[in-house]
DNA sequence: CGGATATTTGACGAATCTCAATAGGCGTGG
DNA sequence: CCACGCCTATTGAGATTCGTCAAATATCCG
């Protein structure tokens, strides 16, 4: 688990005595908006979507998760956004309460959550560049390079992505709608830019061209 | 400071003592996104504005800072975005080892930086949600209601509020152009939901009303 | 194979952007 | 104190990107 780097065996131990394992299958609800924030989570297989709801079913993703993850540092009373499961997804859950109390054991985790939230924060600004200031080719580009760069650093190859979320999550991660993603697809394909792979899979023709239609250069 | 509401007299002390005052006119740089992380700041007065920028221009302001503020809780080895004054800014700075090597000592400040990390989190989700998926009134009508309440938490008017910033920059904050922003203050005056005061100060005749829209509901 | 769901494609419309002109504010200096 | 100039805000007209609605195609899974 990626919080628990910093950790040595015994402290571990004490972590896992205090988590339960789940697992959680597509649109099965994790956590509700609004609701008493009782339990923190760590991805362990599978992906999460974390998402906002506007009282008329408008839908904002503001988040993927995948394994290693951690769901919940940003720990107010109540959860501020919803999460559900992508496809199949596993997630150790952890008492928000007693997990509390061993990071006051542990400060070296706390200044770790910190950097983590950091990352987060840092994460969440250009996702907020993303969704005010680029265009649709420009967010479809901006979404497949950082798949790219996740895929790398877990030591995959980075130019044949898998894509597991559907169009509409897509859409609702960028800001777009559906067809506007599908289409933006096509023309990356038309374009030479990408090519569509089976099994939700994309290979990226030319990385340093993508990267340069990320930003609009 | 905000930060150091946890502290006691004596620890304020040493902050003062490695602490350095200074005031930034507007358009005066305070970070730029990409350099060297060394400093952190609080706001002491004033307004401040965050932003990002893409290399032919476009720009997203990701969050406006006033009095209390803190500067640099996202602490990487560089600054994740810019910084400006809107008019007039006073601040503290503070060297950011030193200011590391105090939070060591009071573990207590840590705490609370994750805190503050964590509302800075729900904030930029609120922000992701607004950009993605509301409209421009619905935009604008949020943006006056955060201001709304950001004033009634410090003890103001909130049906007066100041807004100090350009119609340029709330089109930054808001994904849209100045023009827009500007029609939909007109919008909103004709329908009776706001007033324009002298001193770039808005009177919101109907909070409630306000809330409604934006939400879209 | 068949039904359900997701994706793609097309035609059209609407919200917002762009470009351009006008009006308003504010400070400076005569 | 007024006039000028600069900068910002407002308003207008037309263009464009993206959304909406609808239909066709593809994919998944029992």
């Known amino acids: 688990m990626s919080i628990c780097g910093v950790l040595d065996k015994d402290e571990i131990e004490e972590f896992v005595k205090i988590l339960t394992r789940q697992t959680c299958t597509a649109h099965d609800p994790i956590i509700d908006e609004g609701e008493p924030a009782d339990f923190v989570f760590n991805v362990t297989g599978g992906a999460v979507k974390l998402f906002k709801l506007l009282p008329d079913g408008r839908r904002q993703i503001t988040g993927f998760l995948f394994e290693g993850d ?21 997630m150790c859950r952890f008492n928000r309460r007693k997990f509390e109390a ?44 950082s798949l790219s760069r996740r895929s790398e650093k877990r030591g995959y190859d980075p130019s044949v992505i898998s894509v597991p979320m559907s169009r509409n999550d897509i859409g609702d991660y960028l800001g777009l709608t559906t067809e506007t993603v599908s289409r933006t697809f096509t023309n990356l394909k038309k374009d ?8 939700n899979r994309v290979k990226i023709n030319d990385a340093e061209q993508l990267q340069d239609l990320a930003e609009g250069a």
Chains 1, 2 share one sequence.
């Not at 951690?70 to 999460?83: C, E, P, R, V």
């Not at 030479?192 to 099994?199: A, N, T, Y």
Request: with cysteine; glycine share 8%; hydrophobic share 45%.
């Open 102 to 145: 061993l990071l006051d054991r542990f400060p070296k985790l706390e200044r770790r959550l910190l950097g983590m939230a950091s990352n987060e924060l840092a994460q969440a600004q250009d996702q907020m560049l993303l969704l005010g200031r680029k265009t649709a080719r420009e967010k479809l580009c901006t979404f497949l390079l």
């Open 70 to 90: 951690f769901l919940g540092i940003a720990m107010n009373d109540t959860y501020s956004y919803s999460a559900e499961a992508v496809g199949d997804a596993h």
């Open 192 to 199: 030479g830019v990408i090519r569509l792979l089976e099994g």
